[in-house]
């Protein structure tokens, strides 16, 4: 079993990696006996896990209610979020319940959201499923769901009681999700550790075959990486912002594309291909850079292109409405090494257009 | 012009209260030239105070965008919070921009949750129109929307960069709308102070007829009671609770005669009475204190009966919704003497109905 703590202060919490952790009465810390809970999944996940971990609680004398919600990106909106509202004022479940999110990344940040809000703030536990709410999205307190005019438009830094992340799940996940959390992964080699990108190089295959060792390390060594940074920069005035990278360019790709045609990771992946390529054209990264981030997404089984059907000019004014733009600027970050990155203010929106032509499928 | 501080360290902020505001370039710090901001008003408000306020924020250089949401309690909900964030949207407004409560309760409230949630949190003023919001709902942080199931049951603890009141509002107030504002002022005297309930017995007549100098007086009290509660107790995990005397009896009736019908000040004048005699008949209240506050009450021309619609038992069921509840046990606040209060679990549900029933309207 990997542990780490996530310091905040009063707000700090533990993150537990393990397999089977899905199966030890000792997993959902804090809650305790006597206590209630509300489990907040979706149908796909519901068949799989819901009942183990319902076993799981109630054998602990917890008493659980549960919620489904529909799967994907494009139900991560206020209107699926007043579910959980409803499903906890019919019980009716007090300021003293737990919200638990038990699946990816829509599930973690729609329910910590939730959690944040429902009667001003309730305690709650992620369960992310997916490698890729395994290692980003559950850690961090950013939760949020979705505008039509904007992704992660709407939410609360929040933070959990205690992140469980069971790797038995990545069995049941879709190669293509798979994959799509491996470009979170490549992300921290990129921005934050560039021993830990050769690690990738050498071991991306081991991943992809899913060995527990291999998978262990390397979600603990994510959420280190991303503790480290949110311990230093919870509200994202600095250098939490890295986290970001290739994320202006992958929402503009989710928005334009509808949400949930492109996975998350793969308009990451693209974006991040788009980032470096932008930093070479300011001459701060090598195209020699380039190609080990290139070759390592391909060998993930993702995209470095951006959609065929969209045109350069069909970013920017999606890049605009990016949290990061002040006074109307947009601001990127850019990889400066292998384990190195920045945020730029002032680029001027040529370079960032020609950067995205860089990155268009050749015909 | 009175000028009040909420301490609450780096989120500490100014409550200014002075007669013709509106007309003083300097009213609406912190914002200043070259910032945006957005208005948020609703239909009512709209004509009487939206030209003079955006003229005199565009006059100080402040880009001024606007949305006017429909007037009333029922509106106070999450799908018209979503018209909020279209409009920021739309534009686009980034997490730089500012949003300025301009109204009553429901306003303030919505729009503090908004500007909580908007890109996770940006800046905002409360300017509050109405009495009640001015010595209560625009103070202190509490920022919701309603559920169908509960009052107020979505939100968040989000204090505004300032509190701007101008008092000449209250001219064209509706009487029933200040005699519900009044009811909260009322509220402090009972919980707080003991000294104020006095005043009001004796300034009742110059608060009715808008007497600049009494007004300015009874809102710079209530701020000033309410900021030291607030600065106390944030989050409502001890003595804030008192601010609640009335509220969980009235939030009942407001809930079960639908949002709106009742105003939140009435509801909460008959709830105070309600937790009145519920004191009384728990022997730690006096009849002939209960007597002036029925007194107060009615000359301010506000309800000391439930609505004749509502039996006993109706309450309950809406009262164990309540945000002070804890493991399915009521908790009321209860008056101790004119100017203290407390706040009571394990009251005998048989004693709450015997003291709603006692404010029953006589046949």
């Given at each position: 079993m990997e542990k780490i703590t996530v310091t905040l202060g009063e707000r700090s919490y533990p993150i537990t990696i393990a397999?089977?952790?899905?199966?030890?009465?000792?997993?959902?810390?804090p809650l305790k006996a006597g206590e209630r809970a509300m489990l907040v999944t979706n149908d796909t996940l519901a068949p799989l896990y819901l009942q183990p971990v319902r076993q799981q609680l109630e054998s602990t004398g917890i008493e659980v209610d549960q919620v489904i919600l529909p799967d994907g990106?494009?139900?991560?909106?206020l209107a699926v979020m007043d579910r959980v509202f409803t499903a906890l004022l019919e019980k009716p479940h007090g300021r003293d319940t737990t919200l638990i999110a038990l699946g990816g990344g829509v599930i973690g940040d729609l329910t910590g959201f939730a959690a944040a809000s429902y009667q001003r703030g309730v305690r709650f536990i992620q369960v992310p499923t997916t490698l890729l709410s395994q290692v980003d999205?559950?850690?961090?307190?950013?939760t949020a769901v979705n505008h039509p005019l904007g992704k992660n438009m709407i939410g609360a830094f929040y933070q959990p009681a205690s992140v469980v992340i069971d790797i038995n799940c990545l069995s049941s996940l879709p190669a293509r999700e798979l994959a799509s959390g491996l470009a979170e992964v490549i992300k921290y080699g990129i921005i934050l550790d560039g021993e830990f990108f050769c690690w990738l190089e050498a071991n991306l295959d081991a991943l992809l075959a899913l060995d527990g060792k291999a998978m262990a390390y390397c979600i603990r060594r994510c959420c280190e990486l991303k503790a480290e940074v949110v311990a230093a920069d919870e509200r994202e005035m600095?250098?939490?912002?890295?986290?970001?990278?290739g994320h202006t360019y992958g929402h503009a790709i989710e928005a334009h594309m509808g949400y949930g045609n492109w996975l998350h990771g793969e308009a990451v992946a693209a974006g991040m291909v788009m980032a470096a390529r932008t930093a070479e054209r300011l001459g701060e990264f090598s195209a020699g850079d380039t190609d080990r981030i290139i070759s390592l997404l391909q060998r993930a089984g993702?995209?470095?292109?951006?959609?065929?059907?969209?045109?350069?000019?069909?970013?920017l004014p999606h890049m605009l409405?990016?949290?990061?733009?002040?006074?109307?600027e947009l601001r990127l970050v850019l990889p400066l090494a292998l384990g190195q990155a920045c945020v730029r203010g002032g680029v001027a929106h040529d370079t960032v257009l020609a950067a995205i032509n860089d990155c268009q499928k050749p015909a």
């Open positions: 397999a089977g952790l899905f199966n030890d009465p000792a997993s959902f810390w990106e494009q139900h991560k909106t999205s559950s850690v961090g307190g950013k600095g250098q939490r912002a890295l986290l970001n990278l993702l995209p470095v292109h951006g959609p065929e059907s969209m045109a350069a000019t069909d970013y409405r990016d949290k990061k733009v002040l006074a109307g």
